[in-house]
């Protein structure tokens, strides 16, 4: 598993929801793992940024959503095209969240992640991630 989370690692802002990307091998088995906190699918999702296949948890009131990493592409809206992003699951970093030791997606991959989707909260995420070195 690999979390695309940037709260409390390079800036501070309330936490709105978790995302991982898991390989899709261990998909189902996640959701199997999570089946009794289902609140969304699983589910193939085709909207403005993403086009993937994932499932959405509410645990302890906590949104968690997991998608797989088959066929994900994203909208980078530098170029106006749906490209694949690089999922490299090698290149993490460990950090503690929530009590946790976790793989959290590399601070540089991270950043390249949020400039291609360039909503306003990557925007936000970037510049506070590169005020944090």
Partial sequence: MWWTCSKGLW?????NDIDIYVPDVNFQSVVDFGSAFIAYGP??????????TYVKFNYQSQDIEV?????????NHHQSKWITPV????NYQRHNIFGVELRVMAKNDLLTYKKLLN????IEAILAIEANP
Avoid: M, N, Y
């Fill in 67 to 75: 998608g797989s990493d088959k066929a994900c592409k994203i909208f």
């Fill in 43 to 52: 589910t193939h999702h085709l909207g403005a940024q993403w086009d993937l």
């Fill in 119 to 122: 909503r306003t909260i990557d």
């Fill in 87 to 90: 999922i490299d699951f090698q």
């Fill in 11 to 15: 800036r501070e802002r309330e936490l």
